[in-house]
């Protein structure tokens, strides 16, 4: 069973941005895809996008197209969400998740998730 | 961008009880394309259902999924203590959305 262990809180200033990490522990295959969705505080669950690694894809939401940027490392089985120019409702907890199968987009295995404060 | 609208916004039930939860969504959605998670305060959501009306592993058999088009349905057929939590489907028939939510709570 693939474990997905992510990044420690962030506080950011308005303006700046933020690179939260996910691992995937376990497992032996490479070939996966990791999605990320973020929960503000009391609020619902957001897609923001996902990454094929062995295939260096990447597919985003529209609502934050132009402002994330999804990247990976197969090496060490790490993906990347960064997002800029953070606004204070950006402040939300960031969860990463594998896929289910390369086929199959439901989230099967989620990261603990990290909390990123946005405040001046 | 498909919306998904979830109803009842809570459900005041008790153990033991049937829970059944209702997602619409805005356009037709294919039936291979179609979750339920469950959340629990302070932890990550967890794969209850996939493709409208598998079980993810591990999930007991008092779970179940189905509907079709744009209308979803997820039922607890008895109520357990670890089951009063929020629920949320989700689409994935293009760019992924989810519903804003079920909760399920103690009667």
């Known amino acids: 069973q693939v474990q997905m262990v992510q990044s420690g809180p962030e506080v950011k200033k308005p303006g700046s941005s933020v690179k939260v990490s996910c691992r995937a522990s376990g497992g032996t295959s490479n070939n996966y895809v990791i999605g990320w969705v973020r929960q503000a505080p009391g609020q619902g669950l957001e897609w923001l996008g996902r990454i094929i690694p062995a295939l260096d894809l990447r597919d985003y939401a529209q609502k934050f197209q132009g402002r994330v940027t999804i990247t990976a490392d197969g090496s060490s089985r790490t993906a990347f969400l960064e997002l800029s120019d953070l606004r204070s409702d950006d402040t939300a907890i960031y969860y990463c998740?594998?896929?289910?199968?390369?086929?199959?987009?439901?989230?099967?295995?989620w990261g603990q998730g990290t909390l990123v404060t946005v405040s001046s | 961008e498909i919306v998904l609208t979830q109803s009842p916004g809570t459900l005041s039930l008790s153990p033991g009880e049937r829970a059944t939860l209702s997602c619409r969504a805005s356009?037709?959605?294919?039936?291979?394309?179609f979750a339920w998670y469950q959340q629990t305060p302070g932890q990550p959501p967890r794969l209850l259902i996939y493709?409208?009306?598998n079980r993810a592993t591990g999930i007991p058999d008092r779970f179940s999924g189905g509907g079709s088009g744009t209308d979803f349905s997820l039922t607890i057929s008895r109520l357990e203590p670890e089951d009063f939590a929020v629920y949320y489907c989700q689409q994935y028939d293009g760019s992924p959305t989810f519903g804003q939510g079920t909760k399920v709570e103690i009667k």
């Open positions: 493709g409208t009306s």
């Open positions: 998740a594998k896929e289910r199968t390369n086929t199959d987009p439901a989230l099967e295995s």
């Open positions: 356009k037709s959605v294919l039936s291979n394309y």
